[in-house]
């Protein structure tokens, strides 16, 4: 079973590429330069947030992948499928990694923190 993008669900590789390269760039040169912009926008609670769940996230995704797989394997979803499934696909995706990475987050990661900081002596 392999578990990496589907990409003939995906617009051609070099075109994402072409994109996402420039974008990333003109990213980091915003944080970079300003303070304005980019940065406070970077600095709002959304992306905070997503921040902070973002090794749950990283930790969960794969039970995700692992579904999607099943879905390819039988036939439920395809390249054929209709915008609308996949466009609703990957809101799942989305949806449930934020979900799983936010509950990894609040019952794992935050405890453990706490755990760990009380075992260490106030200097």
């Known amino acids: 079973m392999t578990m990496w993008v589907d990409y003939h669900l995906l617009p051609d590789r070099e075109l994402v590429y072409l994109v996402t390269a420039p974008a990333f760039c003109l990213l980091a040169a915003g944080l970079f330069l300003g303070r304005r912009g980019v940065t406070q926008l970077c600095a709002s609670r959304l992306?905070?947030?997503?921040?902070?769940?973002?090794?749950?996230?990283?930790?969960?995704?794969?039970?995700?992948l692992i579904a999607r797989e099943y879905l390819l394997e039988s036939g439920r979803l395809s390249a054929a499928s209709s915008p609308v499934l996949i466009a609703g696909a990957i809101a799942a995706y989305l949806g449930g990694s934020i979900v799983i990475g936010w509950l990894l987050w609040r019952y794992v990661e935050e405890p453990a923190s706490r755990t760990m900081n009380a075992m260490v002596p106030v200097r």
């Open 47 to 64: 992306p905070v947030a997503l921040g902070r769940i973002s090794y749950g996230i990283f930790l969960g995704h794969g039970f995700l």
